[in-house]
């Protein structure tokens, strides 16, 4: 709702660094991200529906519904969405400035950072196949905790094990999905 001719605007608040923080712009008409984000969601749910009627209706006594139903409601869902999220912009909705997040967007982006990570991701995709899910998973977990700054080798090394050897076994086990084993075949 934007403010009356005898209504003070919103002040600006202050956070907890004692800067202020522009109060939100509520004037109506919204800005052409915001509208690209309804036209992403519309496309996306036309697209759900539209493959959805692609799938054969296979009812039987134990699923009368039938595979077709979820996708038709999950893709009206998100053109209702779309549809709602566009009057909410045109009336002048705005999302609320990020404020929770404990980070200074004037320093540049951390490349070795963003380097590192990247690394562990592609030697685990490299190194899954020949070597397995646990070992791979292990480099992957332990140089994630690298790339972010942790520097306790051992302990890392340890925790990442576990890590991969739990999701392993819960993959395994608990969904029935077979992870590959690699050089640990007969022995997991």
Known sequence: MTPDAGEPAAPDT????????????RSP???????????????LGGLVVLDAAGI??????????????LPVLLGS???????VYAVDVA?????????????????P????TVALLVGA??????LIEPLGWVISGALLFWGTAFA????????????ASGLSLTTFYAFAIGLGVNLPTGVLQGIL
Do not use: K, M
């Open 14 to 25: 202050p956070d907890a660094g004692g800067r202020t923080t522009p109060a939100p712009d």
């Open 29 to 43: 008409g919204g800005d052409r991200a915001q509208y690209g984000v309804c036209v992403f969601l519309a496309l």
């Open 56 to 69: 054969a209706h296979t009812a039987n006594s134990t699923d009368p519904v039938g595979p077709r139903a």
């Open 77 to 83: 869902l998100l053109l209702v969405l779309a549809v």
């Open 91 to 107: 009336r002048g909705g705005r999302a609320e400035p990020e404020s929770g997040e404990d980070i200074d967007l004037g320093n």
């Open 109 to 112: 982006v951390d490349w070795r």
């Open 121 to 126: 991701f592609l030697v685990n995709a490299v």
């Open 148 to 159: 972010l700054g942790n520097r306790h080798y051992v302990r890392n090394a340890v925790i």
